[in-house]
């Protein structure tokens, strides 16, 4: 077993710090170093994006990451997404809408959500088609969840008039 | 029973935010995974390379003695058990099977099978000291070829394996090995006499490829086997009661010492009800003494758990000159995989469910082969025979020049309509859910244009050979019976006058809240003022597993009754304070009357409790079984890009009769699941195997069930018939939306290209393949 590193990173806004192995994931770092549980593993190969967080504001699949490389980045995970105000529209929305049903998926694809609203405040059907693609929902068919992207982005257009 | 009029309903198909959705929108609520204990070690399983083989020894000493492993396990650690056919709620399995399942016993029956287990301090030292087990095979030839297995000279998986005869066959076991484990057989009418009177007889037969139910969340256990004999076993699944009693079976421990937790649950669509690691991480913790987690990798998952099985079907349909059926056949065969237990029962109670078959004969198989053992997958069984008896109808009425919706009304199922297996139907909404096809926009809205078919009205079909991409419509129905079985639940009266809902079905998709719903209906409260909770075995009645479409109608029907018990008390309670005998008191729409002007909300009366007497408890249990069968009709339009043979969907209805929808959102939610699960298994789900039986595509890139960008929206159309077998009547509506959606895509395909597949999946190869054997027969013809 190599030596264990010490990485230092911003975590949902607080500077973490956590010794880790470097063969391991930063998926693994989260969820049994930091016991930070709510980024979900679906298949550890970067195919269901059940573990998407963002790292320097990106969406990823955190199993893709070895830990020892987030040293000095900036991560957001979902415990990160509600504030002291409450619940994220993104996440109000996927409520509202019934866009869960297991919600294995969900933290995943409100991270994936969040990340495409940022990049794209008013996408159309296509664009969260395209860019949700990568997290794969075998309970709910879509339909409720594309849904739930646009009730959020419509939301966040009134928020800001 | 008496249905309570819909009109009343206050809180039943109104749509409240679940009750868990903040802890799943969050990251908090915890499923299986997420569970981490002191000094709890991780567990890592050896298995077979190899599809069948013949296990001569294992050696697992260097194992033992890795730094970091405090225990190994085989088979040789469980308790030798008889034969014991166990009632699973979606399924019937044989103990012994489970056994030699979770851990080979002499032979390894499929690539992944499971052999050895290591117990170690990380997951790293687990999965590096199970390739230190030295296991010694001797290789047999595998049997992959479903009709192969059926035959004399094949392989043989089990030796001891005889057929089982059910139905009114009468054949006796055989006194040779085989691999049909079953026969199944069911016949009404005269079947010979029903053909004689057909004008039209169309003959087809059909295979389709085993595939997975693919919930994104692996199989995971935590076991703790104390030093006091008690078993604690937290876990991901689809029944904490169905755990707890294989659990029993397998350790051959009594009840009393096992206690299941279950954890919040990552989908399931009947995959999560046998066990796989729970008795392995329990063995494991016996021999460390150190609570053992078990988690299963995606590769593992998908070689070595669910699927449903590959089949061969053979379907006949005739039908006189007035388009109606006069008599049906159908023989199927399923691959069961490793044992005995593909749903090929289902298969053929449900193949002509749909439809008025005067005369019919079903003949099914259950054939052990070289994959994994099949488990239940959303209504188990009907999709595969729908997908024969349902692209044989579409050519019927092809033939006959009949509207397909007129064809399905024409024959539809109705109350009192006798199936081929002998049931008759109570009330039911077939004939509704394709009036409300008929009545649909997208049924009266033609195919836009480059489309291949008449506009609106019945799909024709297109000779077309020009390079534009091409489209059709397609239609298909479908049934599943619903299961009722057992449940239970508690519900407490608090003070402020809320209701603290106890039960014990495993939310997969939102039935906290249909629960609840039910709960708050009958007692005239709010859906927000009941907080349900899943609880262990320890503290709830038996319940049967979340599945057969059953939590809503079942458990619902527990919290009824709760509600009810919860309403005699309130009712006594009152009398006491108003000093009246209880018959001068009613309980109406959430307020106790009593004479004169004597009123109290629930709340109200809810305050006085701690004051005027015993805390106010409601029980609620139910083992009913009228659940109501659920039908579906589908109507989808599809694009074929000839070149390619790619398929996509453009537009996809679904009517459905869901009895009474208790929150609609999360009913419209199960349609639009299941027709995206049934859109998969149409277009490209498959298991691809090599000669070997080596499964080639274990990962979700290359097992690809369908994206987001793969599918468009799902429009629904609930149809509300209530069963006359629910308070509220409701009926199941979790399964039956995978049925139709491979006979409904497959027909569109033929209106788009002209080419009938009767293969599953319509893979781009597939399809491509058939498309350029037309055009080649095209060009010989001319």
Known sequence: ?????????????????????????????????????????????????????????????????????????????????????????????????????????????????????????????????????????RCTGYDKIVRAVQDAAQAREEVSV | MATVEKKT????????????????????????ADLNLTGMLYGAILRSPHAHARIKSIDSSKAQAYPGVHAVVTHADLP???????????GMFDIRDVSR???????????????????????????????????????????????????????????????????????????????????????????????????TVVEREFTTATVHQGYIEPHIATALWNADGHITVWTSTQGSFAVRDQLSGLLQEPVSRIKVVPMEIGGGFGGKIVVYLQPVAALLSKKSGHPVKLVMDRADVLRATGPTPGSYMRVKIGVDADGRITAAEAEMAFEAGAFPGSPISAACMTVFACYEVPNGRVNGYDVVVSKPATQAYRAPGATHAAY??????????????????????????????????????????????????????????????????????????????????????????????NAGLKSSVAANVNLDGTVTLVEGSTDIGGSRASIAM?????????????????????????????????????TGWAAYEAARDIQRQMVERAAKIWDVTPNKVCYEEGRVIGPGDNIFTFRELAAQINKTGEPIIGRGSS?????????????????????????????????????????PSYVEGQMQGGVV?????????????????????????????????????????????????????????????????????TNAVYHAVGVRMRHLPISPPNLLHEILAKREDGKTQT
């Open chain 1, 1 to 137: 077993m190599a030596k264990k590193r010490i990485v230092t990173t911003t975590i949902n806004r607080q500077p973490v710090e956590f010794l880790c192995e470097p063969r391991q994931t930063l998926l693994e770092v989260l969820r049994d170093v930091l016991d930070m549980t709510g980024t979900k593993e679906g298949c550890s190969n970067g195919n269901c994006g059940a573990c998407t967080i963002l790292l320097n504001g990106r969406p990823v699949d955190s199993c893709l990451v070895l830990a020892v490389e987030t040293e000095g980045a900036e991560i957001e995970t979902i415990e990160g997404v509600a504030t002291t105000d409450g619940l994220h529209t993104i996440q109000q929305a996927f409520l509202e809408q019934a866009a869960l049903q297991c919600g294995i998926c969900t933290p995943g694809l409100i991270m994936s959500s969040k990340a495409l609203l940022w990049e794209n405040s008013n996408p159309t059907e296509q664009e969260i088609r395209f860019y949700l693609a990568g997290n794969l929902c």
């Open chain 2, 9 to 32: 309903y206050k809180v039943i198909g109104t749509r409240p935010i679940r009750h868990d959705g903040t802890d799943k929108v969050t990251g908090r609520a915890k499923y299986g």
């Open chain 2, 80 to 90: 030798e058990i008889g034969s014991k056919i166990a009632d699973l709620g979606e």
């Open chain 2, 101 to 199: 399942n979770v851990l080979a016993a002499d032979k390894v029956l499929y690539t992944g099978h499971a052999i050895a287990a290591v117990a170690a301090e990380s997951i790293h030292i687990a999965e590096e000291a199970t390739r230190l087990i030295d296991v010694e095979y001797e290789v047999l030839p595998p049997v992959l070829d479903l009709r192969r297995a059926m035959q004399a000279d094949a392989s043989i998986l089990h030796e001891d394996l005889r057929t089982e005869a059910f139905g009114s066959v009468t054949d006796e076991p055989g006194p040779k090995s085989t691999n049909i484990a079953k026969h199944f057989y069911h016949e009404k009418g005269d079947l010979d006499q029903g053909f004689a009177g057909a004008t």
């Open chain 2, 388 to 481: 024969a008896v349902e692209t044989v109808i579409d050519e019927i009425c092809e033939q006959l020049d009949i509207d397909p919706l007129e064809f399905r009304l024409n024959n539809a199922a109705q109350e009192g309509t006798r199936r081929v297996d002998g049931v008759v139907f109570s009330r039911i909404g077939m004939e509704e859910t394709v009036e409300a096809i008929r009545n649909s926009e997208h049924w009266k809205t033609a195919l836009e244009a480059g489309a291949s078919l008449s506009q609106a009205g019945p799909p024709g079909s297109t000779q077309s050979d020009s390079e534009q991409k091409l489209r059709g419509r397609g239609i298909a129905s479908g049934f599943w019976f």
């Open chain 2, 518 to 554: 039910q709960l708050a209906e009958t007692l005239g409260i709010t859906a927000e003022e009941v907080t349900p909770t899943v609880v262990d075995t320890d503290s709830v009645g038996y319940t049967d597993v979340t599945g057969g479409s059953r939590v809503t109608y079942a």
């Open chain 2, 623 to 663: 083992d009913h079984n009228e659940p109501g069968g659920a039908f579906g009709t589908h109507c989808v339009d599809v694009e074929v890009d000839p070149e390619t043979g790619k398929v996509d969907i453009l537009r996809y209805t679904i009517a459905q009769d869901a009895g009474t929808a208790i929150h």
């Open chain 2, 677 to 745: 699960q049934g859109i998969g298994w149409a277009l490209n789900e498959e298991y691809v195997y090599n000669e070997e039986g080596v499964l080639q595509n274990a990962s979700f890139l290359d097992y690809r069930i369908p994206t987001c960008y793969d599918v468009p929206m799902i429009d629904t159309i609930i149809v509300e018939v209530p069963n006359p077998g629910h308070p509220y009547g409701v009926r199941g509506a979790g399964e039956v939306p995978i049925v139709p959606p491979p006979a409904a895509i």
